[in-house]
């Protein structure tokens, strides 16, 4: 999986109750004493020049040389192949085996039986010049891995991008997808999203197209010629439920090792309702192109070259879905370097190593960017670079099913996790542009400082200043502008899911960041079998100059995570966030009420009735109970008193700093340090959210009904959202309780500092 | 010609200096004595009653059996047979016989010469079943009228819809179209603007073509199956500059009676500078389908179901137009309702008659109605109805190719115009949905109770109700909801150019209004052979009810204006308007100066190098002069003249009704009418508009590089929008003291009609 598009830039600083003073970015480092700070300038000025582009194109070539999803003999070989290159950097390394359900496919088929017989090719052919899309033996064929088997036949009904809204609109339209067969395009949410919504709505099937208006021709060239989906491209894909759970379906909780405990497949929540496969937009054509009924409505069109309608039929289509449900093993390679004053404190960096075909973007592009940080670590270690804490280096297998390899592992090892997790740096496809900082707030002031050390390759600037000029760019208002200029520090988007952190966040507490290039390189070959090594060298990064500088950018925040002498956590920003959040959620209800209201004059006022056109079917909507008000004031009264901690903390680390005392015992630091690790587990709740209780985060998880994307103080928005009033007064209880502690937990943090510099 | 698209329903009311006291819509008629208004109501009830759709459709039968362009037989046997219905309707009729200026195609050539060799075939075909689409012997083969002679080969450049925006976007690319042929799509201004601002920027020709994505597949299904263009429709069009001046291009500001005295066709500014023809998407895509260079724009985009590349070439193109430059007889058929008590003072009532081609929406369906009108006016003389005021109903030629008949009819009768016309009524095009109201904003209240007094034929409530719901519906804020349900009225939309109203209005100072219906019947037969009866009768105003809705709005319109006691002009809401206008010019100064310091910043900052992709030719945007402050106080002390005369005048009215002196003498109402005419006169600026002395009114005027569009206050406006500050201060002190005698006209009329009633 990857980060759905170029999210976090369009992002605006945060202003709130914190004063934010401007950091002194060439100078002493946060949360290190003078002589340390300066030292660990020296090494990650050793470390930068490290990384070659070169190299990253070998590790890619040769990790994306054939397919190498789960179960296949390339991916244990990429697996033992990454565990040797660990070890010639000099790192102790080692596999960790699970045993995952991977259903693969047994009978996929897609026929049009009315008005007119066709038949879906199902294939992606061979292009001509491209040496591995030809692996046709063994390639893993495209379909939709977790969809339950079935056979089922039913009317067609086009339903745009398949999320809530577009079933809002089909039914003001007068009509259902009852007993049908929903074509659904990519996009707009995570694709596991599209069967869930289609079941709900009585749906029996569900076909996913990739529209060549979202990656195909009507953004580029298409492949080979440009970096664009061809006509028979197909994007695979997971549409496991992740936003109930991630890792295999069959242990949650625990780790799938040989002998866990395993739910009978009988039993298993996460696989969709209904038979659903992906098609490309040669298969998808022919059956849009026999649907009848209304014409879509107008950001309901795609570009095929054809009027789009609704359906139902009179395209009548048989859908078969079955599948081999087999336990397949994975393999994660974990390598790790133990730190040196405090062992027990983990740094834990990621990338994951399956693909679904050849993966040379994803995941290979950010796989060897964390391999040549790793030889560039093994290169300072033996410069005689001792890192405090530890540090573990993790090749991930079974991401693309779900998170399988992360989960799994993450899970066999709560318990240690929990006790030494410091923080996890995500990475996965990576490509030319601009640098994604997403993360938790408490990293966003560490991150951004990171930023403003790497040169951008292409520019003769840090990365950080071509993000904040793109902001500046996309900005949409004076104001947006103004609030990018005034702060010192550029928003850091929250991480919803689709990626290996999501474990180590949202069900372990443990802050984490997910970082990557991207914004100029972009293509249509996501989950194809043309994502391979032709198509990165010709229409990506083709110099690896962004592979360098994600292990650059990566491998930095590492080691300044390891060698600080007080974790480099910040809660002024993390405050200012959450506040942030808090003004959203009542702003939401406000518009809740606002629109109620609206809608109810409307339909007093007959504008629905007297604006419909007599000639289309059209059935207005109806009046809506209004929202009541809601008391906020457990969430306000949170913020004064997360402001409040996070200044005493500031306060707290300012007078270490300026002490400087080096001599500053190793055993105080360490409670300190404890402490601040706390802080983070703090956020979790140990029921977990309503109705997904794998997913504990107060502030963050996956949206129920968007997948990848975010919902901060998820218990309560989307309670609100739902229209479930008073679920949402009792969450904002639960959160305000919840964030009144962690107040009381940075509190502690601060006074134990104070404490410990007396 | 027609409107484009439906705009006057996106406008709010304006809210501003003057107190709207809600009218009585039912009760007392403004500007008509107590007993006066009675009987209006009943002449207007019985008026009501008459028109009959089957009637409207045998006229649309009947005028669109055959192509009836000007200089056709069939577009004199049009003429023809209007003055005979005239005449049947007991009306006193004639016909006028000018001479234009009209070239027909000679030949036209568009051939791809490299890479491939293509010949667009420049044909639309028969449909089945469509019986008038065959006569392809007396269609008007498909090109763009007055497009100067021309060979020219080059290579082919897409630019958008080829408006200055779109060259802009091609500059910071690095693309010139000097020495190049450029192919622009239908729409976003009107045709003519496009090989203006082509040959402005160097290229040697101009291809127009229609996009699927803007009439075609991407809206609806196609002719025949549905409403929509198919491959092979053109869209053919005039391209005469008619921001310069409307009417025969050699005789400007006189009538082109056969002895008028002629411009040599060397001495003509409004041919196109190169030569222009229109494609079908049909033609268009193989030649589009041949550039290279740059992917275009996101919303440069169509619906061609291809990737849309920019060029210049390697598609070379060779153009031939020659045309035909005879001139042509045109038939204006004009009929007389004579007044019986203000026989000077004249409504005039116009609707074009000729067409592209069959042309049965485009103007058939709006002259059918106007026919209808005449029907029933005739029948209610029969029944003893008297109008006080003179009626003129019109039947307008050659308005496709420049507006010909009605600007020559109006030039050559300009100095009786000039005494006795009241108000113009203009309908041209006309569909199902709502009613458009565009037009003088005196006439704003007026049109508003027109508008509450039709009943919309499709669902039971006013024209007007329906309207207002149509607002509320599509308005974006909250904010503009409020000033919806406060305000009284429903703000018009002021008027450009693209049909017959325009010499009236903006050469000679006659209040008009242009009124139809639409917005629930689209297509994509515009300027095509497949704007026929077949066409009109399958998906348009099939059951021809909002036809009879236009006779009926119309007409009740023109009767009362003709029988008003005191003319029912406003100058409230015209002063509100003038003072939103106003407001939007100090507005767009404040925001081109804060662009252009925004501007300065983003450079400064390095925004625009910073983030511009190094794989791409980018030329970032130079530094801009800041705009001065300029003095907008003329103008805001004219709008408070104006506020303290229309209060004047309102109070003066007031008085009269209140009076009811139905025996004040005509003499003295006459002198009161006058002065009321003589207000709008008042707008005119006897040197005309800066560059074009024909368009005269102050207020408005189509924009110089829109065409259609409408621009307010145009001189300031446009000197502002074209960054020339000297020119829009001096014309802030031009337009500034119009309005002060504006004030004064007003104050007069006010004085006068206290007199007359003391």
């Known amino acids: 999986m990857r980060r759905i598009g170029f999210i976090a830039i369009l992002c605006i600083a945060s202003i709130g109750l914190a004063a934010n003073a401007p950091e002194d970015h060439s100078g002493r480092l946060r949360g290190y004493w003078a002589q340390d700070s300066q030292t660990e300038r020296d090494w990650e000025g050793k470390f930068m020049a490290i990384p070659q582009p070169d190299n990253m194109r070998a590790y890619m070539k040769h990790l994306s040389a054939y397919p190498h999803h789960v179960g296949s003999p390339y991916d244990k070989s990429n697996a033992e192949w990454i565990l040797s290159k660990f ?86 339209m007068g009509i259902s997808v009852k007993g049908a067969i929903v074509i ?17 709505h009585g749906a029996v099937g569900c076909l996913i197209y990739s529209d060549p208006r979202d990656d195909g021709y009507y953004k580029g060239n298409v492949f080979p010629t440009g970096a664009f989906r061809p006509p028979e491209g197909v994007q695979r894909g997971s549409v496991m439920d992740i936003t109930s759970y991630s890792g295999d379906p069959l242990t949650p909780d625990v780790g799938a090792t040989k002998d866990a405990k395993r739910l009978p497949l009988a039993d298993v929540k ?55 449900w087999d336990v397949k093993p994975i393999y994660d390679v974990i390598a790790k370097i133990p730190g040196s004053v405090f062992p027990g404190e983990w740094i834990i960096r990621g990338n994951h190593h399956d693909a679904w075909v050849n993966g040379a973007e994803d995941p290979s592009s950010g796989q060897a960017s964390l391999l040549e940080e790793a030889r560039a670590l093994g290169e300072l270690l033996k410069q005689g670079w001792k890192p405090k804490r530890t540090i573990i280096y993790c090749a991930w297998d079974g991401e693309e099913p779900g998170l399988l390899g992360s989960t799994e592992w993450a899970e066999e ?27 938790s707030h408490t990293l966003q002031k560490f991150i951004n400082g990171i930023a403003r050390d790497v040169q951008d390759p292409e520019k003769n600037i840090s990365v950080w200043q071509r993000d904040w000029d793109l902001r500046i760019r996309q900005a949409k208002t004076p104001a947006e502008r103004q609030a990018l200029r005034q702060s010192p520090d550029l928003a850091i988007g929250a991480l919803g899911s689709g990626s290996d952190y999501t474990v180590f966040l949202d069900h372990l507490g443990i802050a984490s960041l997910d970082l990557g290039y991207g914004g100029e390189s972009n293509g249509g070959i996501y989950h194809s079998i043309y994502d391979d090594f032709y198509w990165y060298t010709h229409f990506d990064d083709t110099r690896f100059v962004y592979e360098r500088a994600l292990a650059q950018t990566a491998g930095t925040a590492v080691m300044r995570l390891a060698d600080a002498d007080i974790l480099p956590l910040d809660y002024s920003e993390l405050t200012d966030t959450i506040s942030t959040y808090v003004d959203q959620l009542k702003n939401l209800l406000a518009q809740e009420q606002a629109e109620t209201k609206e809608l109810d004059t ?26 009541p008000f809601l008391n906020f004031a457990p969430l306000d ?116 500092l104070e404490k410990a510099i007396q």
């Open 87 to 172: 070890r010639e950097f000099g790192l102790d390394a080692h596999i960790e085996t699970f045993y995952v359900l991977f259903p693969t496919p047994k009978e996929r088929r897609v026929e049009m039986v009315e008005p007119t017989h066709f038949v879906a090719t199902l294939e992606e052919p061979t292009v001509p010049g491209d040496p591995t899309s030809s692996q046709h033996a063994e390639q893993l064929p495209t379909y939709n891995a977790y969809s339950i088997d079935g056979e089922v036949t039913g009317p067609l009904v086009y339903v745009n991008y398949g999320v809530p809204s577009d079933y809002k609109k089909l039914e003001s």
């Open 413 to 439: 090892h709560a318990k240690e996790l929990e006790e030494h997790s410091a923080v996890y740096v995500n990475s996965d496809s990576n490509g030319r542009g601009y640098l994604g900082m997403e993360g």
């Open 602 to 627: 409307e339909i007093k006022e007959n504008v629905f009735t007297a604006t419909s056109d007599p000639e289309k079917t059209y059935f207005p909507p109806k009046p809506q109970a209004m929202p």
């Open 184 to 200: 659904a395009r990519y996009g707009h949410s995570w694709r596991g999203i599209k069967p869930k919504v289609a079941a709900e």
């Open 637 to 752: 009264n949170a913020v004064v008193a997360l402001a409040r901690s996070s200044a005493h903390y500031q306060k707290a680390l300012d007078a270490a700093e300026s002490k400087d005392i080096a001599s500053l015992s190793n055993a105080s630091l360490l409670t300190v340090n404890q402490q601040i690790i706390a802080t983070e587990r703090q956020f979790l709740t140990p029921k977990g959210l309503p109705g997904r209780p794998w997913y504990r985060h107060e502030l963050y998880a996956p949206g129920t009904y968007t997948g990848y994307g975010v919902k901060t103080l998820p218990s309560v928005r989307e309670a609100i959202e739902q229209r479930q009033w008073d679920e949402a007064g009792a969450q904002i209880a639960v959160v305000g309780k919840t964030l009144e502690e962690e107040a009381r937990a940075i509190d502690a943090a601060a006074a134990n």
């Open 270 to 324: 996460v696989f969709t309702k209904i038979p659903t496969l992906p098609l490309s937009y040669g298969d998808a054509k022919p059956l849009l192109d026999a649907l009848k009924g209304p014409v879509v409505p107008a950001d309901w069109r795609g570009a095929l070259g054809m009027t789009y309608h609704v359906g139902p039929g009179p395209a009548k289509v048989h859908l078969v879905v079955k599948s081999n």
